[in-house]
């Protein structure tokens, strides 16, 4: 039996802290219609994120290319390195096919993935919010 080629919640990158630590890291390539990042997650799994502005075309466009590069990471998600999140910052470029996307993912992600895996994990910052409005009341007793 093969593996499974699902693409579940847990395989996507959906927190604004997961898409920082990726900025912050800068382990950039640039893939001409898109440039990916890549960091390490901790979890014994690969994660996509998708990042597209509406500079690229209109909703049905994105969408489209959306969905495109989510079967792309399906199909080749055993052939990427675990542990590492991938986050695509997509450029406007004409829509390719499901092969070209695929084709992309497999020759840019795995050496990415490898650098990626070699730095440091960051732990999300967990300090509390700082109090609104001003200076807290009770320290100008």
Known sequence: MSAPLGFPA???????????????LRLRRDLGFASMLGAPNGLA???LGISISRRVGNAVKRNRIKRLL???FRHEQHGLPDGVDFILQIRPHET?????YREVLLQHAPPLGALALKAPIKAP????????GGSDPR???
């Open 10 to 24: 847990r395989m996507r990158v959906r927190l604004d802290r997961d898409f920082k630590r990726a900025y912050d």
């Open 45 to 47: 799994h690969p994660r």
């Open 70 to 72: 989510r079967e792309a």
């Open 96 to 100: 390719r096919t499901l092969e070209a």
């Open 125 to 132: 910052d967990r300090r509390p919010n700082p109090p609104k």
């Open 139 to 141: 320290a100008t007793a």
